[in-house]
């Protein structure tokens, strides 16, 4: 298996691939940045088109509803694809793949909740796509049962593949649940058809975020995986491994910061800011910028020397620097630093 003894161990039981139980340590979550390109980079990092979801042979009314519903999730106007969608009584499983993903992408969880509910109800066949998206859905409702149980009748119903692999790591990393992301990477690593990608990895990574002082163990972990699968890390891949960095030690940090230098993989701003918030082990569940000026009196000389010289790494890389960098640079700048 992947997972190491000691992730094994640590809260849950594993009985050969099945996850069992339910966490008895109950790990907390630190509220995470908004970092919506993360999301959009690695938990759609590859989407299924509606129009090829499987299922019965629409009839041309039905064809036209898909295209107007995918149109208006495209343009992520819920409102449209609301209206097209409330006009349909059916039990096509593509029309409910079309409206769930709708609600995906223009946030409206609850109500992708409702129509996967419906679906179920409805629909002979659930197709695939339906599934993938309901996983993302109830990830982001942190509803951990309820994407356990999508998941299980998921595989019950379709075979494992990448891009449902994709959607349970994806909302393992909304829950904060790094077992399952880690039962669901043995999952894909043992099945001959399934082939393990940075993707898969960057969310497995993500999702060791606040999981507590654990965090960056697990996450390193995750990481040396993409050499064993002989994968090229991203820019997406160190945003969500120093984002778990949060807890480790300042060598720790700077040595990550350094290999992703040798490799010669430029910053972002996703990155930058992360990199900002594990190098000052600041509160991800608080704007920085206020009260920066005490709260940056309080860190390591260190610390703050080491977010200075990324800072000078950024500026001369042409990143756009969001508010917190902008603030931290401006303020120790006024420390002399």
């Not at 979801?53 to 041309?60: A, V």
């Not at 990550?256 to 910053?267: C, F, S, V």
């Not at 001369?316 to 508010?323: I, M, R, S, W």
């Given at each position: 298996?992947?997972l190491?003894?000691?992730?094994?161990?640590?809260?849950?039981?594993?009985?050969?691939l099945?996850?069992?139980?339910?966490?008895?340590?109950?790990?907390?979550?630190?509220?995470?940045l908004?970092?919506?390109?993360?999301?959009?980079?690695?938990?759609?990092?590859?989407?299924?088109?509606v129009?090829?979801i499987?299922?019965?042979?629409l009839?041309?009314?039905?064809?036209?509803?898909?295209s107007?519903?995918?149109?208006?999730?495209?343009?992520?106007?819920?409102?449209?694809?609301?209206s097209?969608?409330?006009?349909y009584?059916?039990?096509?499983?593509?029309?409910y793949?079309?409206?769930?993903?709708?609600?995906?992408?223009c946030?409206?969880?609850?109500?992708?909740?409702?129509?996967?509910?419906?679906?179920r109800?409805?629909?002979?066949?659930?197709g695939?796509?339906?599934?993938?998206?309901?996983?993302?859905?109830?990830?982001?409702?942190?509803?951990?049962?309820?994407?356990?149980?999508?998941?299980d009748?998921?595989?019950?119903?379709?075979?494992?593949?990448?891009?449902?692999?994709?959607?349970?790591?994806?909302?393992?990393a909304?829950?904060?649940d790094?077992?399952?992301?880690?039962?669901?990477?043995?999952?894909?690593?043992?099945?001959?058809?399934?082939?393990?990608?940075?993707?898969?990895?960057?969310?497995?990574?993500?999702?060791?975020?606040?999981?507590?002082?654990?965090?960056?163990?697990?996450?390193?972990?995750?990481?040396?995986?993409?050499?064993?699968?002989?994968?090229?890390?991203?820019?997406?891949?160190?945003?969500?491994?120093?984002?778990?960095?949060?807890?480790a030690s300042?060598?720790?940090?700077?040595s990550?910061?350094?290999?992703?230098?040798?490799l010669?993989?430029?910053?972002?701003?996703?990155?930058?800011?992360?990199?900002?918030?594990?190098?000052?082990?600041?509160?991800?569940?608080?704007?920085?910028r206020?009260?920066?000026?005490?709260?940056l009196?309080?860190?390591?000389?260190k610390?703050?020397?080491?977010?200075?010289d990324?800072?000078?790494?950024?500026?001369?890389a042409?990143?756009?620097?969001?508010g917190?960098?902008r603030?931290?640079?401006?303020?120790?700048r006024?420390?002399?630093?």
């Amino acid at each position: 298996m992947l997972l190491p003894q000691w992730l094994r161990v640590s809260c849950l039981v594993f009985i050969g691939l099945t996850l069992v139980g339910t966490p008895p340590c109950g790990f907390g979550r630190v509220k995470q940045l908004p970092l919506s390109e993360l999301r959009e980079r690695t938990g759609l990092a590859i989407r299924r088109k509606v129009q090829v979801i499987q299922g019965p042979d629409l009839n041309k009314g039905e064809r036209k509803l898909v295209s107007n519903i995918a149109i208006a999730s495209e343009k992520r106007d819920w409102s449209a694809a609301q209206s097209y969608f409330a006009t349909y009584r059916g039990d096509a499983t593509q029309i409910y793949g079309a409206a769930i993903h709708a609600a995906f992408r223009c946030g409206q969880y609850q109500e992708g909740a409702k129509i996967y509910e419906q679906c179920r109800s409805n629909c002979k066949l659930v197709g695939a796509p339906v599934f993938t998206v309901a996983l993302r859905i109830f990830g982001k409702l942190k509803a951990n049962d309820r994407v356990r149980q999508i998941w299980d009748d998921a595989l019950k119903a379709h075979e494992l593949d990448e891009i449902l692999g994709s959607a349970r790591i994806a909302a393992a990393a909304d829950l904060g649940d790094v077992e399952g992301a880690a039962a669901v990477l043995d999952q894909m690593n043992l099945s001959s058809n399934v082939s393990i990608n940075v993707f898969h990895i960057n969310s497995a990574m993500r999702a060791c975020w606040g999981w507590g002082n654990k965090e960056h163990k697990a996450a390193k972990y995750f990481f040396d995986l993409l050499e064993q699968f002989q994968l090229s890390p991203t820019i997406v891949s160190f945003t969500s491994l120093v984002g778990a960095y949060h807890t480790a030690s300042l060598p720790e940090i700077l040595s990550a910061y350094q290999k992703m230098k040798d490799l010669e993989i430029e910053p972002d701003p996703v990155f930058a800011e992360t990199y900002m918030f594990s190098v000052l082990q600041a509160d991800r569940s608080r704007n920085l910028r206020r009260g920066i000026e005490d709260r940056l009196h309080e860190k390591a000389i260190k610390r703050l020397q080491a977010a200075r010289d990324a800072l000078i790494d950024f500026k001369k890389a042409g990143v756009q620097l969001q508010g917190s960098c902008r603030a931290i640079d401006k303020q120790l700048r006024r420390m002399g630093i």
